[in-house]
């Protein structure tokens, strides 16, 4: 090996390590925690528990495709519910179109989602996630409409909607 490679290689190592370092805790908090005890279960429990598809974005911060839900187009006066733990999440009365291809919804039912920082398309964004058992829903945005001027947006696969 020439010493001009060797050199490089030298340089690359601790670059390599430092960048790790930066990106393992990304990997490790791919989820939220839950807040609740009783719901504070394994990736295989959760995996029993949800189809592929919701675990995906309950437990791995997953996005389904726009104009892909239902619940989009639900406009029945009711509930949503966390898909993982059942807590109700959202009003119908919050719901509006935001013609965004995800449910939305201008305000969440108090104390029923928690938020975080995240920076998955490298612009940061404000994750929600239900406040008990730490699964992911959407994002929330300041585009909104009033009163409050916010946007959740919400994955479909997340929630259930249960009937008044
Ligand atoms: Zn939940």
Redesign the pocket.
Known sequence: MNQFLTRRIFILIPIMSILKVIFKPLKVFASSFASDEEWKLSQEEWKNRLSPEVYYILREEGTERAFSSNLNNEKRKGTFH?A??D?PLFSSDAKFDSGTGWPSFWEPIQGSVATKVDFKLIVPRTEYH?S??G?HQGHVFNDGPRPTGKRYCNNGLALKFVLE
Do not use: P
């Open positions: 966390c993982g733990c807590l239900c008990r058992c699964g």
